[in-house]
Nanobody
Framework: QAHVAECGGGSVQTGGSLRLSCTVF????????MGWFRHAPGYERVGVAS???????SYADSVKGRFTISRDPAKNTVYLEMKNLKLGDTAMYYC?????????????????????????????WGQGTQVTVSS
């Protein structure tokens, strides 16, 4: 069992910045891969950024150069630094964590190609944090 806690969402104007954080509380120690997904109204939930293994990082094309994912493995925490935010970044942002290696690879691929992921695709999910960008 695990509990995923996200924070850091909010409302900003275009060009602004936000920093999201996600901490996974697990009963037993395990190597986790972690990633961020977002779900905008009328669209599917899609991958944004992921951190797999010792440092394999992937980004969706839409956020490359603007978003940065980082991780503190000692705290099971992953961060998403978002800069130069655009109207199209408005969405509910979800943190996902996974302990099974094949699914970690799937997470990495999902993010890289900007594919969608259902709410049951990966093992652990947070409740989401809203990011709203306005002009």
């Amino acid at each position: 069992q695990a509990h995923v806690a996200e924070c850091g969402g909010g409302s900003v104007q275009t060009g602004g910045s936000l920093r999201l954080s996600c901490t996974v509380f697990v009963e037993t120690s395990s190597d986790l891969c972690m990633g961020w997904f977002r779900h905008a109204p009328g669209y599917e939930r899609v991958g944004v950024a992921s951190f797999v293994g010792d440092g394999t990082i992937s980004y969706a094309d839409s956020v490359k150069g603007r978003f940065t994912i980082s991780r503190d493995p000692a705290k099971n925490t992953v961060y998403l630094e978002m800069k130069n935010l655009k109207l199209g970044d408005t969405a509910m942002y979800y943190c996902a964590a996974e302990s099974r290696f094949p699914e970690c690879i799937r997470m990495q691929t999902t993010v890289s190609v900007g594919a969608s992921a259902s709410a049951t695709r990966f093992r652990f999910w947070g409740q989401g944090t809203q990011v709203t960008v306005s002009s």
